[in-house]
């Protein structure tokens, strides 16, 4: 399964690589934005983006990121629920 997560970019490098740096729920990384960029890589400071692999894939707007970002934390607590009721968690730690 692929998944891309909604981060927003907070700074454009300033290299030929074209990397910004985004943040995806207060964690900040390097992205490539290639494949996003225009004439005005500037232009995207501030903008919502969904990341997948170091790559800014696509442009989203705030709503969608915001919900997304939503869907993927209580998918990561349904996880951690569901594993601790099968008991995966503690035969794992063994």
Do not use: Y
Not at 9 to 15: M, Q
Not at 25 to 54: A, T
Not at 62 to 68: C, F, L, P, S, V
């Amino acid at each position: 399964m692929c998944l891309g997560v909604p981060g927003q970019i907070v700074k454009i490098g300033d290299n030929a690589l074209q990397l910004a740096t985004v943040d995806v729920c207060g964690v900040q990384r390097e992205v490539n934005i290639s494949l996003i960029s225009q004439n005005d890589p500037n232009s995207l400071l501030g903008k919502w983006v969904l990341v997948h692999v170091g790559f800014a894939m696509s442009l989203i707007d705030e709503h969608e990121a915001k919900q997304t970002q939503e869907a993927l934390i209580a998918m990561s607590q349904l996880e951690h629920e569901v594993g601790d009721f099968l008991g995966l968690r503690t035969s794992l730690s063994k």
